[in-house]
């Protein structure tokens, strides 16, 4: 049986992440050490193991129906193609990502108009050069093959680099100036694929469940004991996607409060039900939640 969708995900920092986001999503994906066809466990689903810079361009040429990549990468390559589904994760977290202007600590330069005649080393030469045209000036910008931090000041004045916190250009004695461009994953598509109906169902049930394995790495499910005077003082401490949900229990004057909530504020929120009368108080996590 041939495969419905041809795939292509991120080989690269976008890898793990990727992969852990596609199994909440309900998707087993492996991978052999040198392998670039990975197994996913979706008939309809052929994988294919690419580096996020080349993603894009594939898509755009119909050699992939669809892919995971990084806004930065389409901008980079200028590719055409439909942007089905931005998914906000990163390396290291559930945040965008930022390709920023950074010079030396000691360096004269304090904005982007000051690289007027200067020299620049990024990886994402095209990206740089929009940057540089939207800002009115006229620089040097020449690929950097790998540890762009390091060619400032002694071969270049200034590199564009990607960063997630900022710590490896602080290491290296660099401070930001600006940013050029800030980046989230995304799911695309190719756009004679999307036209075709069955690649489009697959296409989007795909980020569907994606959007919501992700919205599920922040969130927890809430469910609470309480006597049913209460149950009111209980609901005002929640906050919820929607109202919480209140269920009679088999014991005469008790209910069963259940909500999904950040998790980022249950630690504060578990004293303050405790206070409101809530009894048998359990945290769940969660793999998709689905709006």
Same mark, same amino acid.
């Given at each position: 049986?041939?495969?419905?969708?041809?795939?292509?995900?991120?080989?690269?920092?976008?890898?793990?992440?990727?992969?852990?986001?596609?199994?909440?999503?309900?998707?087993?994906?492996?991978?052999?050490?040198?392998?670039?066809?990975?197994?996913?466990?979706?008939?309809?689903?052929?994988?294919?193991?690419?580096?996020? &810079?080349?993603?894009?361009?594939?898509?755009?040429?119909?050699?992939?129906?669809?892919?995971?990549?990084?806004?930065?990468?389409?901008?980079?390559?200028?590719?055409?193609?439909?942007?089905?589904?931005?998914?906000?994760?990163?390396?290291?977290?559930?945040?965008?990502?930022?390709?920023?202007?950074?010079?030396?600590?000691?360096?004269?330069? &304090?904005?982007?108009?000051?690289?007027?005649? =200067?020299?620049?080393?990024?990886?994402?030469?095209?990206?740089?050069?929009?940057?540089?045209?939207?800002?009115?000036?006229? $620089?040097?910008?020449?690929?950097?093959?790998?540890?762009?931090?390091?060619? $400032?000041?002694?071969?270049?004045? $200034?590199?564009?680099?990607?960063?997630?916190?900022?710590?490896?250009?602080?290491?290296?004695?660099?401070?930001?100036?600006?940013?050029?461009?800030?980046?989230?994953?995304?799911?695309?598509?190719?756009? =004679?694929?999307?036209?075709?109906?069955?690649?489009?169902?697959?296409?989007? &049930?795909? #980020?569907?469940?994606?959007?919501?394995?992700?919205?599920?790495?922040?969130?927890?499910?809430?469910?609470?004991?309480?006597?049913?005077?209460?149950?009111? #003082?209980?609901? $005002? &401490?929640?906050?919820?996607?929607?109202?919480?949900?209140?269920?009679?229990?088999?014991?005469?004057?008790?209910?069963?409060?259940?909500?999904?909530?950040?998790?980022?504020?249950?630690?504060?929120?578990?004293? #303050?039900?405790?206070?409101?009368?809530?009894?048998?108080?359990?945290?769940?996590?969660?793999?998709?939640?689905?709006?």
């Amino acid at each position: 049986m041939r495969a419905l969708l041809v795939l292509g995900l991120p080989k690269g920092s976008l890898q793990e992440a990727t992969f852990t986001m596609l199994r909440k999503a309900g998707y087993s994906v492996r991978v052999g050490s040198r392998s670039y066809l990975p197994s996913i466990d979706d008939p309809e689903l052929d994988a294919r193991l690419i580096r996020a &810079q080349e993603v894009s361009r594939y898509v755009e040429l119909g050699m992939l129906d669809a892919g995971i990549t990084g806004y930065d990468w389409i901008c980079e390559n200028g590719s055409d193609v439909v942007e089905v589904a931005e998914l906000i994760y990163a390396k290291q977290g559930l945040r965008p990502v930022r390709w920023v202007l950074a010079v030396p600590n000691d360096s004269p330069i &304090q904005s982007v108009k000051d690289l007027e005649g =200067k020299r620049i080393a990024t990886e994402a030469v095209g990206l740089t050069k929009r940057y540089l045209e939207r800002n009115g000036v006229h $620089a040097e910008v020449e690929f950097s093959w790998g540890a762009t931090e390091v060619k $400032a000041p002694e071969l270049v004045d $200034a590199i564009v680099e990607l960063t997630e916190t900022g710590s490896s250009l602080r290491a290296n004695n660099l401070r930001i100036v600006d940013v050029a461009l800030e980046s989230t994953t995304r799911l695309i598509a190719n756009r =004679k694929a999307w036209e075709v109906p069955e690649k489009r169902r697959k296409i989007e &049930q795909l #980020a569907l469940l994606l959007q919501g394995a992700i919205l599920a790495e922040s969130r927890v499910l809430l469910k609470v004991n309480a006597a049913a005077e209460n149950v009111e #003082a209980i609901v $005002a &401490q929640l906050p919820a996607l929607h109202a919480p949900t209140v269920t009679q229990l088999g014991k005469d004057g008790w209910c069963a409060v259940e909500t999904v909530v950040e998790e980022r504020i249950v630690r504060d929120l578990i004293p #303050a039900l405790r206070a409101a009368g809530a009894s048998g108080i359990i945290e769940i996590p969660l793999n998709k939640v689905i709006i």
